[in-house]
């Protein structure tokens, strides 16, 4: 299996761009995770889809941020407009209906100037 | 208080050696409990996972978990230059598929 797959792995954009950030998740996997990592709040909890569907996006900063799941392969983080304290790592990870167990992909790492 | 919270470390063993990394948390009714193992500029790998009240092995590592005392441990024998990472506790909520992380505790093996 290949994983969970994430696109970009560098970003480096300018304030006040739009930013996608993009996840595949491991095939047959129902739930979806958006995390961020940073020194300062370490790895939080964006938001989580099941089956597609958003079912906690409180993690969420503000409402520059946005998330979207069109099908069960694939996710999409948005970010309009960035700011820098948006820097960071970005982690999507996925899990199966009946476990606990998330398994994250390598990152996206946002840089904003 | 925070959900979760570790030691941030860093902590020094030298090879060989035992390390023990502790994690407390607030949430208790959580059931589920995980270690995470992160390398710099990595993303975390899953170690262990335990469910219930005492020990779970696998390999070098053992899990130890005390819901009394809302107290998670992970220990790792026979340390390794390896085994150098920051370690992740997580906890999942009662309520919601929500994990929580620790801060973490950074571990380094000293050859």
């Known amino acids: 299996d290949a994983g969970v797959i994430q696109s970009p792995r560098h970003e480096v954009t300018e304030m006040g761009q739009e930013v996608t950030l993009r996840c595949k998740p491991i095939?047959?996997?129902?739930?979806l995770f958006w995390y961020r990592q940073t020194m300062m709040r370490g790895l939080e909890l964006l938001i989580y889809f099941n089956n597609n569907v958003p079912i906690d996006d409180s993690g969420m900063p503000e409402d520059r941020f946005s998330a979207k799941m069109p099908n069960a392969s694939f996710s999409t983080l948005k970010i309009q407009p960035s700011e820098p304290r948006d820097s960071a790592v970005y982690f999507c990870?996925?899990?199966?209906?009946?476990?606990?167990?998330?398994?994250f992909g390598p990152g996206t790492r946002l840089t904003v100037l | 208080q925070k959900e979760v919270e570790q030691n941030s470390g860093p902590l020094s063993v030298p090879e060989g050696a035992i390390a023990s990394l502790n994690c407390t948390y607030s949430?208790?009714?959580?059931?589920?409990f995980f270690w995470y193992r992160q390398y710099s500029g990595k993303s975390p790998e899953l170690i262990m996972f335990i469910y219930s009240n005492g020990d779970k092995e696998d390999g070098r590592f053992t899990a130890q978990l005390n819901k009394a005392s809302q107290y998670v441990s992970l220990l790792i024998r026979d340390s390794q230059p390896s085994d150098s990472a920051t370690y992740l506790c997580a906890v999942m909520l009662e309520y919601g598929n929500k994990l929580v992380f620790g801060a973490g505790t950074i571990l380094r093996v000293k050859s």
């Open positions: 949430d208790r009714g959580s059931q589920s």
């Open positions: 990870a996925s899990s199966e209906q009946d476990t606990d167990t998330q398994y």
């Open positions: 095939s047959g996997h129902d739930y």
